[in-house]
């Protein structure tokens, strides 16, 4: 079972910050949070993954509560290129990922 | 992702045929993994392998074989024996240091029965 709870659906406004949240209430010490991306029939893309700090990328940035409980990925001008399945997904260095449903993002114009 | 190449795209299987998709990565990562998605759904872990000449079962690895002579290579074989095999299969690779590095996915094979 995935361990990250997601909305299921969420719209942006073109141009305006996309604000992604994510659960993990039962995260482990050692275990980081990832984003990946997936557009219809394409394999997932890597977004960015976080510890504790908060990180930035040329993509996105993921802000990382200080429980670790939750976490918020921030596509900071979202365009229609940015529609697609967000997945917030916890893991260890096993590499062993476990996806769930993900957040189904629609950029509208 | 680059460095990461799944054949073929498209692929077509008739009733009681084993057949093989190709994950090849020029990336030098030590791990490399296969996931299937159905329709509307997340990945599930078929196999992975974080070194040459050894791999692990996922979470649903009966019907599918593999094998891991070369760190580039890890080819997926669906055998007769998986009765539901149309689906999406994607491999992933990643660098083993350490340091949790994220996986890298290839675009994926679409595995249809006749």
């Known amino acids: 079972d995935a361990k990250t709870t997601q909305p299921p659906s969420m719209d942006c406004a073109e141009g305006r910050a996309a604000n992604l949240p994510c659960n993990h209430s039962?995260?482990?010490?050692?275990?980081?949070v990832y984003w990946y991306r997936q557009i219809h029939s394409q394999g997932p893309q890597y977004i960015i993954h976080g510890l504790k700090n908060n990180e930035t990328n040329e993509m996105a940035s993921l802000i990382i509560t200080e429980d670790r409980k939750s976490s918020t990925l921030i596509l900071p001008h979202a365009t229609l290129r940015d529609t697609a399945v967000y997945y917030c997904i916890v893991g260890n260095q096993g590499g062993k990922l476990i996806f769930g449903q993900g957040t189904e993002l629609s950029v509208k114009p | 992702d680059g460095g990461i190449t799944q054949s073929p795209k498209y692929l077509f299987r008739k009733e009681g045929q084993n057949v093989t998709l190709s994950c090849e990565q020029n990336l030098n990562h030590d791990a490399m993994y296969w996931y299937r998605q159905d329709p509307g759904q997340g990945l599930r872990l078929i196999y992975y392998?974080?070194?040459?000449?050894?791999?692990q079962k996922g979470d649903i690895a009966e019907g599918y074989s593999v094998s891991r002579e070369k760190k580039e290579s890890f080819p997926l074989t669906v055998t007769s024996a998986q009765k539901n095999p149309t689906a999406f299969y994607l491999c992933?690779?990643?660098?083993?240091?350490?340091?949790?590095?994220?996986?890298?996915f290839g675009d994926g094979t679409r595995l249809s029965i006749l």
């Open positions: 992933a690779s990643r660098e083993d240091r350490g340091g949790n590095q994220p996986q890298h």
């Open positions: 039962t995260i482990s010490g050692n275990e980081y």
């Open positions: 392998s974080q070194i040459v000449n050894d791999f």
